[in-house]
């Protein structure tokens, strides 16, 4: 049972690299979304998704850009990573918002 | 504006000592109230969800409660293994996403 699998685990960028966070759920869910998580500020929603196609953005969207093609995947890219963008990244997804929310074992991104 | 405050930051207790964590919102009509607990260098882990105001939920030494205003977990006679982060989390007037509190981050000693 797969459930929401993150990648990579860690990773190390410099300053104006991009890269492509990847997200994947076997689950068959229609809503997933991406946090980040930064010690004293909780757990904030940078985009979602209420199934293929339809992306929105969220609390933090800046810097970052979504694309959902398919009901399992939903990659989140930083286009030009900043130090402010050091953080741990979660992808989650669910039936619909009203039922458990499942999280991904989490993203460590440092920007250098 | 959907708001949700978690107190204490943090709470040191005994191997049995119980005590309550406080979740404190604010959101329009209330579509479901989430409990996780998150241990380091995980993702956070699905414990309860509450929808209505009385409503309580129970697993092993925890026990989630519901008002109009707040959230309570209770923790009774804890053991070490449950040291860990507890969250709580609204989902947003918009039907969509989840809004999280900051955390309690709870440490029981032996």
């Known amino acids: 049972n797969a459930g929401v699998t993150q990648t990579p685990k860690f990773q190390v960028l410099k300053t104006g690299q991009s890269m492509t966070l990847q997200c994947a759920q076997d689950m068959n869910h229609e809503y997933m979304s991406w946090y980040r998580q930064d010690p004293g500020m909780g757990l904030r929603l940078i985009h979602y998704s209420v199934g293929a196609g339809i992306t929105d953005q969220g609390e933090v969207p800046n810097g970052y850009n979504v694309s959902r093609s398919t009901t399992e995947d939903f990659p989140l890219r930083l286009l030009s990573a900043a130090p402010s963008q050091t953080s741990v990244y979660f992808c989650?997804?669910?039936?619909?918002?009203?039922?458990?929310?499942?999280f991904g074992e989490g993203s460590w991104l440092t920007v250098v | 504006e959907d708001q949700v405050t978690q107190s204490p930051e943090a709470l040191r207790l005994q191997e049995g000592e119980s005590s309550s964590l406080n979740c404190s919102y604010t959101?329009?009509?209330?579509?479901?109230l989430f409990w996780y607990r998150q241990d380091p260098g995980k993702g956070p882990e699905f414990l309860f969800t509450l929808y209505s105001a009385g409503e309580e939920k129970e697993k092993e030494r925890l026990k989630a409660t519901l008002t109009k205003k707040e959230s309570f977990l209770h923790i009774t006679a804890p053991k070490p293994e449950d040291s860990a982060t507890y969250l709580c989390a609204v989902i947003n007037q918009a039907g969509t996403a989840l809004i999280f509190g900051k955390g309690t981050t709870l440490s029981v000693s032996s």
């Open positions: 959101v329009s009509g209330l579509r479901g």
């Open positions: 989650a997804s669910t039936r619909d918002p009203g039922n458990t929310i499942y």
